[in-house]
């Protein structure tokens, strides 16, 4: 009898697996810091900033792709909760601008802003959230920060594996109590 090995399980796609988070390329910025530069480029191709959202208050969500289940999922869920939200939700992840908005318009997401990081690399080297190892290396980390109006993190959340969905409710709270 062969015996294999527990290998954890992480969704992506139609596949499941489970993977705790990687190691990151770090540091990620912390609560009580000042957000540090975000250049990305939106689903239409034009080029954006998260300094384009100062005054507002937002929640950034980076993930490795939309073209994953897990990330699928907690772009559709943000997007049907931010329209009760009344602060700006912003995505990042290493999808190409053309997949961005193949999904979006594939799923109706019109709430978030998708945005991407293949050109700038801000949120995987400034930001520290590339991940370092395993099969998804070089893509982003599950991540959730809530920034304030001043540009300042007040709430920070890595998910325990990173096929784990974030906690909505907890993000979601930060942001209201910012409003």
């Known amino acids: 009898m ?6 954890p399980r992480v969704l992506i796609s139609t596949f499941t697996f489970t993977m705790p988070q990687p190691a990151f ?5 912390s609560v009580g810091t000042t957000a540090p530069t975000l250049r990305y480029v939106k ?3 034009h080029e954006a900033s998260l ?10 969500i ?13 772009m559709r869920t943000f997007n049907q909760r931010a329209t009760e939200l009344g602060a700006r939700v912003l995505s990042i ?7 961005l908005k193949r999904f979006c318009a594939a799923e109706g997401i019109a709430n978030v802003e998708a945005g991407s990081d293949f050109r700038y690399h801000d949120a995987a080297h400034v930001w520290g959230a590339a991940l370092t190892e395993g099969a998804l ?12 109006q001043e540009g300042v993190i007040r709430y920070q959340e890595v998910a325990p594996e990173l096929g784990a969905e974030p906690d909505y409710e907890a993000a979601l709270h930060a942001a209201k109590a910012l409003l």
């Open 2 to 7: 062969t015996v294999r090995p527990a290998f």
């Open 25 to 29: 390329h770090g540091p990620l910025p």
């Open 43 to 45: 689903a239409d191709r």
């Open 51 to 60: 300094q384009d959202h100062m005054g507002q208050v937002v929640v950034l």
């Open 62 to 74: 980076a993930f490795p792709s939309v073209d994953t289940s897990t990330c699928a999922l907690e």
């Open 93 to 99: 992840s290493m999808d190409l601008p053309f997949a």
């Open 137 to 148: 290396a070089g893509t982003l980390g599950r991540i959730t920060w809530v920034i304030d």
